[in-house]
């Protein structure tokens, strides 16, 4: 076990745990941010994405020891940034979420697209979100929002 001081979420944790614990079970277990979800464990579902230093990354496949400084935004702490709020607030418009168990990684990706490319076009936006699996198919209404987001930018 070793102790790390993780920058979460724009505050300073303190967890102990096995180096090669994917950050996820550091996220959920050992801080409580259980927004963060498990999909399917081997990076192909996007259930798990949060942001390592504004960059969407697989907490599932993802060492603790890995991320080190780095700061790490999960969903709950997306909407302390304007354009992560928007986000958040384009998903309530549109009505995204059926089961809502992949959004949490879709919205954390898509305010990383949106810091990068404010204005981005629809390949992009499916660019960014390829890989993120919805279930529930709600794929059209995510692209709504995606868009919604980007207009109302400031």
Do not use: F
């Not at 993780?6 to 996820?24: F, I, M, Q, S």
């Not at 790490?72 to 302390?80: F, K, L, P, R, S």
């Not at 697209?113 to 209404?141: F, M, N, W």
């Amino acid at each position: 076990m070793a102790r790390y001081r993780l920058n979460v979420n724009g505050g300073a944790r303190e967890v102990r745990a096995d180096p090669a614990t994917p950050l996820l079970w550091v996220l959920r277990d050992g801080l409580e941010l259980t927004g963060t979800k498990y999909g399917c464990g081997i990076a192909q579902c996007g259930a798990c994405t949060v942001l390592v230093d504004g960059a969407p990354k697989r907490s599932c496949v993802l060492p603790v020891a890995a991320v080190r400084e780095a700061k790490v935004t999960t969903i709950e702490g997306v909407g302390a940034d304007a354009v992560g709020r928007r986000v958040q607030d384009a998903w309530v418009a549109g009505d995204v979420p059926q089961c809502g168990y992949c959004q949490s990684g879709m919205v954390v990706a898509t305010t990383a697209l949106l810091k990068r490319e404010p204005a981005p076009s629809r390949q992009a936006v499916d660019d960014a979100l390829r890989g993120h699996i919805c279930r529930c198919g709600t794929y059209e209404r995510i692209r709504t929002a995606v868009a919604l987001a980007a207009e109302k930018r400031a």
